[in-house]
């Protein structure tokens, strides 16, 4: 790092700033993909929850009343339901009510490509972190690795073996650092794919159901 830290580095702790500048600029790329990482993760949150993906009552309470023939009833239980399922349904429900078959499966099948494009926004973000960053950390190490035999190389015959573990020791700060950031990274992005594909099966289960409904309940 510079003698003039700039302002990101200033508005950090001493202690902070001075372990991230053991690791060289590889450790401060590492700690700014913690920080993007950690944004999406809590922006996933906060999307899924906006898509309800963990919701479907009502959902499940307007297919049983379609199967008993109740079109009204089920209109009457997705009415104003904003979850990705009932949005789905509802969809699913007019366009069978206004369309030939055809035409309405294809216009289900857009609106749940929609939703499942929404519900797996961010999560190529979280996959380049989980992949870049343990090479960042490779990098980091190999680049430290260098300096310290380029310095236990400048000693000469009074080259002091304390100073070559340091130089190394401090060199594999960013292998550790990039493998901390990477794990939780691609856990997190394990978790959100789960979540997206519970989503795919339902929306295609609740497509299904309400085109195989009895006639009556169209």
Partial sequence: MPDDPGPLAAALPAELVAFLNLGGPAMWAIALLSVVALALV?????????????????????????????????????AGRRGARARLAAAALAARAAREETAAREETARLARRILAEARAGLRGLDVIATIAPLLGLLGT?????????????????????????????????????????????????????????????????????????????
């Avoid at 993906?53 to 997705?78: F, I």
């Avoid at 401090?170 to 978790?191: F, K, R, Y």
């Fill in 42 to 78: 809590l922006w996933k949150l906060w999307a899924f929850l906006g898509l309800g993906v963990w919701g479907g009552r009502a959902t499940e309470r307007a297919l049983a009343a379609l199967a008993a023939g109740r079109p009204e009833a089920a209109a009457a239980a997705l």
């Fill in 142 to 218: 190999v680049l430290g690795m260098i300096g310290a035999f380029q310095a236990l190389q400048a000693t000469g015959t009074r080259a002091d073996p304390a100073v070559l573990a340091g130089g190394i020791w401090e060199a594999l700060l960013t292998t550790a650092a990039g493998m901390s950031v990477a794990i939780p990274a691609a856990m997190a992005l394990a978790w959100a794919e789960g979540v997206v594909e519970r989503l795919r099966t339902d929306l295609e289960d609740i497509a299904t159901r309400v085109f195989l409904a009895p006639p009556g309940g169209g």
